[in-house]
Each structure stands twice: as structure tokens, then as C-alpha cells.
């Protein structure tokens, strides 16, 4: 079945330090990727998605490519605020099935 | 307003209560979700509607009873619940099932339930 596979967290970084989480998935055929946020005492929101190999997302300056060859779908960002503070799931959607198969989420604390 | 909206935010009720939650999405989207997300445990899926249609009842119990009374509200319905049962409840909306590229669930921002 579809899976997804988060590095473990938690996370604490310095304000400015690049930050990486790994995102490696399970699928057959070609998935559509996620990331999706979630600030403290909030939902998700939607932060970045990818729909084909090769495709970079991007937004609030987090980036992500899809790497079909890894099936991989890192989330990197290169200077952390402490805005970023969050827990960070990583998604993905096989084909034409609506359904999500969530990473167990990833806490990032960025301190200033 | 926009996106997705929750109410309440919060909610502690005890065993023998019966309540609501409320989902309402201003996306023009046609399919609605409800979704548990407990303490160290991955996001689970419970109950998916289209154009107010059940698609989707994932073996969650009968004490959580979903009504969509049209494609822009989604509720859910609690009766005799379990401290268990305590978690934070997600609703989401997507344009449609299919799956494509427009079909991106966009999430509302939870209500925090607590049984006691």
C-alpha cells in the first residue's frame, strides 16, 4: 500500500540555520506530493505540492522536488524564522484516489 | 470570510452529552472530509461526502454520526463518547474525488475536543 516516511523529530534550530526534513514514500505509479503545516493549537495548511517527478514546489521560501528516483520529496528551507515553529507532515495521493496517506509528522522549533 | 471554518475552536463535554461540530467551506468545493488527529497517532480519516453524498465511513463507531445538509456545511454529531475520543477534529474541503490536480484538500482549523 501507500506509505509515507518522516526523519523523526523533534527539531530545534537556530533563527537563520538551513533547514531540512526527509520525506521518502511507498507507491506504486506516479503520486501526488505534499507538505502541509501545523502551527501551534492549529489545523493543517496546505504549504507546497508537487503532482509529477521532477516538479519543484515552493512558498514562504520552503522548497521541495519531487525525486522519483529516491521517491523522495524533501522539504528544505534555506534561513529558519521562529515563525516556522510547527509540526510539518509530509502527504502524498496515489493517482486518481482522493485519499491521503500522512507521514507521522515532523516538530520543528526554531529558537531565536 | 474564506478557506475553511470550525466551530467551536474548543469543546469539553462529558460522557452523557450529546453535541455538534460544524464545518463550513467557502471554496465552492464539492467534496467535504472529517478527520481524527490524536496525540502520537498519524491522521486519521473518518468520513468523506460528495456533492453530499457518504462516500466513506472509514469502521468509525456509531456514537460519531456525520450530516451534510449541503456541499458548503458538514457536520458531526457526538453522542456518549469516550475519553478516547478526545483529539483534535479536522474538516477538510476539495474540489472534487477524482484525484486530479484541483483536487487538494484544504483543512479548516480544528476543533479541540475534550471527554471527560
Known amino acids: 500500500g501507500n506509505s509515507v516516511t518522516q526523519m523523526e523529530g523533534p527539531v530545534t534550530l537556530s533563527e537563520e540555520a538551513f533547514l531540512t526534513i526527509n520525506c521518502t514514500y511507498t507507491?506504486?505509479?506516479?503520486?501526488?506530493l505534499f507538505w502541509y503545516v501545523q502551527y501551534p493549537g492549529e489545523g493543517l495548511q496546505l504549504l507546497l505540492k508537487a503532482t509529477k517527478a521532477d516538479d519543484k514546489g515552493s512558498n514562504k521560501g520552503f522548497e521541495a522536488t519531487y525525486r522519483k528516483e529516491t521517491t523522495s520529496f524533501h522539504l528544505e528551507k534555506g534561513s529558519v524564522q521562529v515563525s516556522d515553529s510547527a509540526v510539518y507532515f509530509c502527504?502524498?495521493?496515489?493517482?486518481?484516489?482522493?485519499?491521503?496517506?500522512f507521514g507521522a509528522g515532523t516538530t520543528v522549533t526554531v529558537r531565536a | 470570510e474564506t478557506g475553511v471554518t470550525q466551530t467551536p475552536r474548543h469543546l469539553v463535554m462529558g460522557m452523557t452529552n450529546k453535541k455538534s461540530l460544524k464545518c463550513e467551506q467557502h471554496?465552492?468545493?464539492?467534496?467535504m472530509y472529517w478527520y481524527k488527529q490524536s496525540a502520537k497517532k498519524p491522521l486519521e480519516l473518518m468520513f468523506v461526502y460528495n456533492f453530499k453524498e457518504q462516500t466513506e465511513n472509514n469502521s468509525v463507531p456509531s456514537r460519531f454520526s456525520p450530516e451534510c445538509p449541503n456541499s458548503s456545511h458538514l457536520f458531526l454529531h457526538l453522542h456518549t463518547l469516550q475519553p478516547e475520543d478526545s483529539a483534535l477534529y479536522l474538516c477538510a474541503s476539495s474540489h472534487g474525488l477524482a484525484g486530479g490536480f484541483t483536487d487538494t484538500q484544504y483543512f479548516g482549523p480544528g476543533t479541540r475536543l475534550t471527554v471527560l
Open positions: 507507491a506504486t505509479g506516479y503520486p501526488s
Open positions: 471554496l465552492g468545493h464539492n467534496a
Open positions: 502527504a502524498l495521493r496515489k493517482g486518481t484516489d482522493y485519499k491521503l496517506s
